[in-house]
């Protein structure tokens, strides 16, 4: 990802987030949860560009360590958001554009597409048995309800519906499908 296209992605979820004219004063004086979710994955994806950056191997060492350097600030940043707002994701994530997260409570530690919806209190990841290759994939525009959790190696399509405290163990493989219940029981939309 160039430098261009990291702003592009922040300043559509800057608008996403706290609407075309934000007051900055007020939410920095009296944040808001959205502006702090906001915050907490703005400094994360700033914190994966500069560590993306630093670890490149054709760059010189003075720009490799203003690399490192500014990597550690948003690192520290994104800590502190995330401990503020309930956001937790993990480092090795990839989050597609427009990532819209409303509530807090949100554990991230799988793929998820662009123009994706967490509600609050989701979690999405592994089984607890390692990194990697056993973390869920979520297509483009899943919207997950409030509650809900995706776990293991799974693959949801793109514009799937997971409702409310559902618990998907098993890939959707139909994309525009409703996802309910415990275990997560596939609807197709009519």
């Excluded at 994955?41 to 191997?57: A, D, G, I, P, T």
């Excluded at 979690?123 to 483009?140: D, H, M, Q, S, Y």
């Excluded at 693959?155 to 959707?172: E, F, L, Q, T, Y």
Aim: glycine share 10%; aromatic share 8%.
């Amino acid at each position: 990802m160039t430098r261009p296209e990291l702003e592009e992605i922040l300043a559509a979820e800057r608008k996403l987030y706290l609407g075309a004219h934000p007051n900055m004063l007020m939410l920095r004086l009296f944040p808001e949860m959205r502006y702090v979710i906001w915050r907490c994955l703005e400094s994360f994806r700033r914190m994966q560009y500069w560590h993306e950056v630093k670890n490149s191997s054709n760059i010189s060492w003075l720009k490799r360590t203003m690399a490192k350097l500014r990597y550690y600030h948003y690192n520290r940043k994104y800590f502190r958001y995330s401990c503020l707002c309930g956001v937790e994701l993990a480092s090795d994530v990839h989050i597609g554009r427009m990532c819209n997260i409303w509530h807090c409570g949100v554990v991230v530690n799988g793929d998820l597409g662009d123009n994706c919806v967490l509600h609050g209190y989701n979690t999405i990841g592994n089984k607890g048995v390692g990194r990697g290759a056993e973390r869920p994939v979520l297509g483009n525009g899943v919207d997950v309800g409030i509650g809900a959790v995706v776990i293991g190696k799974v693959r949801i399509a793109d514009r799937c519906m997971i409702g409310a405290n559902a618990a998907v163990v098993k890939s959707v493989d139909e994309p525009d499908s409703i996802v309910v219940g415990v275990p997560g029981k596939v609807l197709k939309r009519s």
